[in-house]
């Protein structure tokens, strides 16, 4: 693994891969240089880039001007007090869930732990939790994507151009509009709400920039 790299070569080494070149760091103070003292310098990797085309262009994918305009409006949800938050919101349902588990029997580790990875994000980003049907959609569709992003990016297919018509990109774009559809009826509600709570959801509804 990594700690076998460090070994041998140190704490920064480059290796070839599918005709890319891959850079490792071990130094915290020049890993802090990459991702805080220079971050107008380094762009984000291959992987994370690829994930604009199934995110759309928000803070895990933007870079530059737009990058540090949505940086600047999400800041306030970002401090350690909210932060500190939402891991309290983590920990709560995952003692929820423990308690609903059995102690016999088999169970299907993935799907728990994509539904309790869910019900995290929609009670920190929305402040509500969802009907059955509407999570088991959501965990479909996310479950598509998933699958879609590996066979895109993670094959011989990422050497095709993005308007080559795989039945893996369609998959895509049919659950982007089903999850687009979903996330914007949440959005109306808490509008129509008044966004007056404490979640993620609230504080960018209420958020106002420059």
Excluded: N
């Amino acid at each position: 693994g990594f700690e076998m790299l460090r070994d041998r070569y140190g704490d920064a080494c480059a290796i070839r891969a599918l005709g890319d070149t891959l850079v490792f760091l071990a130094d915290p103070a020049v890993i802090t240089e990459v991702l805080q003292d220079k971050d107008a310098v380094f762009h984000k990797d291959m992987v994370t880039a690829s994930l604009a085309e199934f995110l759309g262009q928000g803070l895990l994918t933007s870079e530059d001007a737009l990058w540090r305009r949505q940086r600047k409006l999400i800041s306030p949800s970002l401090t350690k007090k909210q932060v500190g938050k939402y891991g309290a919101t983590m920990v709560q349902r995952t003692v929820e869930f423990v308690r609903g588990v059995k102690a016999s029997g088999t169970r299907d580790v993935h799907a728990d732990m994509a539904r309790l990875t869910l019900d995290v994000v929609v009670d920190t980003l929305f402040g509500t939790q969802l009907e059955g049907d509407m999570t088991t959609a959501i965990a479909t569709e996310m479950d598509a994507i998933s699958q879609a992003f590996q066979s895109l990016v993670q094959t011989w297919r990422r050497f095709f151009p993005k308007w080559f018509p795989f039945a893996a990109r369609r998959r895509v774009r049919r659950a982007s509009r089903t999850l687009s559809a979903i996330v914007a009826g949440l959005v109306a509600k808490k509008r129509a709400e008044g966004a007056t709570g404490d979640d993620l959801l609230s504080r960018l509804v209420a958020a106002r920039d420059d």
